[in-house]
């Protein structure tokens, strides 16, 4: 299983762009880097997925290097409500394997 | 639509006391998952369950057991609760995301368990 480390947590201000990197050294090649939001009692929700190169939706941006030993999720122009853990997940296709968290990086946003 | 649907939302256990948590999800997926997470703590993977008529052990099955009813339903058990295993417990389940063909997780909204 790939293991994943974050930095446990990051500050920012209101209007900035956040970028937290996600380490995955053992990284297999089925394996898809996922990225999750949790918000205090409620479960996770995801956010955004990708193999290689850089991914793009309505809500952030993900960049993963050609070697893939790394990713980094980046929300543009962060609000209050963006302030949450923020968990990087890597596993593989075909769907059903073991899916682990690592510890996730609690993002604090400041007016 | 629900999504997956836990019961209960909270439950207070004396040790030694036995439970069974609820999931279901009306999604269709195949794949459904139990996690439980500590105060301040990332989550951790109870057992998993790849499609009906499979379980697996994840990261920590100890003290617990599983239950893959039907595709729609997947049980936890808690035999002999301890306050050890205080914590809230997320069910999931997971389709192929749109685009990536990778899973794509979806969470219930938690079981908050207290074992005295």
């Known amino acids: 299983l790939a293991k994943t480390t974050q930095p446990i947590s990051m500050d920012s201000y209101e209007g900035q762009e956040v970028n937290i990197t996600c380490s995955h050294n053992?990284?297999?090649?089925?394996?898809?880097i996922t990225w999750y939001q949790q918000f205090p009692s409620q479960g996770p929700r995801f956010i955004i997925q990708?193999?290689?190169t850089k991914v793009t939706n309505e809500v952030a941006s993900l960049f993963i290097p050609a070697d893939r030993k790394s990713s980094t999720l980046s929300l543009p122009r962060v609000s209050l409500s963006d302030t949450a853990v923020y968990y990087c997940?890597?596993?593989?296709?075909?769907?059903?394997?073991?899916?682990?968290f690592g510890g996730g990086t609690r993002l604090m946003v400041k007016p | 639509n629900a999504g997956v649907t836990q019961t209960p939302k909270f439950q207070v256990l004396k040790t030694g006391q036995s439970m069974t948590l609820q999931c279901a999800q009306d999604?269709?997926?195949?794949?459904m998952y139990w996690y439980r997470q500590d105060p301040g703590m990332g989550l951790r993977l109870i057992y998993y369950s790849a499609s009906e008529g499979t379980t697996d052990k994840g990261e920590v099955p100890n003290g617990y057991n599983v239950s893959r009813l039907n595709k729609r339903e997947f049980s936890l058990r808690l035999e002999s609760a301890a306050p050890s295993q205080t914590s809230v417990y997320f069910c999931?389940?997971?389709?192929?995301?749109?685009?990536?063909?990778?899973?794509?997780?979806?969470f219930g909204s938690g079981t908050q368990l207290s074992v005295l």
């Open positions: 999931a389940s997971s389709e192929v995301s749109t685009g990536a063909a990778g899973e794509k997780l979806f």
């Open positions: 990708g193999y290689k």
């Open positions: 999604m269709n997926h195949n794949s």
């Open positions: 053992n990284i297999a090649t089925n394996d898809y």
């Open positions: 997940l890597v596993g593989d296709f075909p769907p059903g394997n073991m899916l682990t």
